[in-house]
């Protein structure tokens, strides 16, 4: 026999007016399941207190190319340029959840977002994470976490999409995802007015002008990856708060956690998907 939950007081995961866990729908908001069948509570805390995705992003950012370069031996050893310092092999890119090419071809529709995290050069990392250390922090504060983070890898979706329809070509990087932030933080600032919000959009359309201008100076540069992602970031900003500091519903907060859930998942599909054809030397679909 199911035991009945002890009655307790909780904040509604939408409206954030205290309530019981007992109720199945708000009586102050009318949200269905007010207390997400007793995770709104650890739904808040991870956003408010216990998550820092700029961090996180870093973090992962570094660990996947120290891993990625650890099975790469041979390109490490013999780098065909300068700019392919310390780029792991196209292989092992696949592997861990490259997109376009062959992934793309296999309909691996998670490399979306895995692309975003995984790096091809020291530079191509070290610039990137500049980049994510600049604006990252900023739109955390002025948007709330689960909207930086939702920003971030759908701008990488829309970037990574419109690259892999319109070139095909192999990719990965951050950019798609900073672009993004670019774009939507000059939405944003464009959006709120005022002597900030102008101050704001005009740093912002500075710093995509220099992005553009350094994308197209160096070779193999994904521009339409960064274009795509900096309209995606435009557009996903108009569906945000046009003022910071504004409350992050449940609904965010949820998109955000599955985004990070479904990255996390696509890792190990890649692996699991690319490591037969890894294996037998070629890039083809396991399936
Ligand atoms: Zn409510």
Redesign the pocket.
């Known amino acids: 026999m199911a035991k009945a939950r002890e009655s307790r007081a909780v904040l509604?995961s939408?409206?954030r007016?205290l309530i019981s866990n007992q109720e199945k729908t708000?009586p102050?908001?009318g949200?269905l399941q007010?207390d997400l069948f007793g995770y709104g509570g650890p739904l808040r805390a991870l956003f408010r207190d216990s998550l820092d995705p700029v961090n996180l992003l870093t973090g992962a950012s570094v660990t996947l190319y120290a891993g990625s370069l650890l099975g790469s031996f041979e390109t490490l050893l013999s780098p065909p340029s300068l700019l392919d310092i310390g780029s792991p092999s196209g292989k092992v890119l696949y592997l861990m959840g490259m997109t376009g090419g062959a992934a793309w071809a296999c309909g691996h529709l998670w490399t979306l977002l895995t692309a975003s995290l995984l790096h091809g050069s020291i530079l191509h990392i070290f610039f990137n994470l500049q980049w994510l250390r600049a604006l990252g922090p900023m739109t955390v504060q002025l948007l709330g976490p689960a909207r930086f983070v939702v920003l971030f890898f759908l701008s990488g979706v829309g970037g990574f999409l419109l690259s892999n329809v319109v070139s095909g070509t192999p990719t990965i990087g951050a950019s798609c995802g900073l672009f993004g932030l670019m774009g939507g933080l000059m939405v944003f600032g464009w959006r709120r007015g005022g002597t900030i919000g102008a101050a704001m959009k005009s740093t912002m359309l500075k710093y995509a002008a220099i992005g553009f201008a350094i994308s197209f100076a160096i070779p193999n540069v994904n521009n339409w990856g960064h274009a795509g992602g900096f309209l995606a970031g435009m557009a996903i900003a108009f569906l945000m708060p046009k003022f910071e500091g504004r409350h992050e519903g449940r609904g965010v907060q949820l998109l955000a956690l599955a985004l990070l859930v479904a990255t996390a998942a696509g890792f190990g599909l890649s692996v699991w998907q690319m490591w037969a054809p890894f294996q037998n030397g070629g890039a083809v679909c396991a399936s």
């Open positions: 509604c939408k409206c007016q708000c102050h908001c949200a007010p």
